[in-house]
Nanobody
Framework: QVQLVESGGGLVQPGGSLRLSCAAS????????MDWYRQAPGKQRELVAG???????NYADSVKGRFTILRDNAKNTVFLQMNSLKPEDTSVYYC??????????????WGQGTQVTVSS
């Protein structure tokens, strides 16, 4: 069994910064991609940023230049550094990972979500 545990959400003023963390634990052989998604009320879940095991990254256009995704492979942890936050960044942020288990099969896992609110 694998768990993704997120932390770091909260309330921040426009222009401020937050750093989200997501740690994977359990029966893990290897982790392929790790991603951050977000979902605002009444909207579809959208990809914010992703990172491969080799460190290749991709970002939604709306966050390029403001958000940075980082990964610590030794600790099975992914981070999302969010700077210059805007009210439209307000969402529940979800961690996602494609994980290869000990049986060599790949599974998709989601975290429980963490609320980010950008408001004055």
């Amino acid at each position: 069994q694998v768990q993704l545990v997120e932390s770091g959400g909260g309330l921040v003023q426009p222009g401020g910064s937050l750093r989200l963390s997501c740690a994977a634990s359990g029966s893990i052989f290897s982790i392929r991609t790790m991603d951050w998604y977000r979902q605002a009320p009444g909207k579809q879940r959208e990809l914010v940023a992703g990172i491969t095991g080799g460190g290749r990254t991709n970002y939604a256009d709306s966050v390029k230049g403001r958000f940075t995704i980082l990964r610590d492979n030794a600790k099975n942890t992914v981070f999302l550094q969010m700077n210059s936050l805007k009210p439209e960044d307000t969402s529940v942020y979800y961690c996602h990972a494609n994980i290869v288990a000990a049986n060599q099969l790949e599974y998709s896992y989601w975290g429980q979500g963490t609320q980010v609110t950008v408001s004055s």
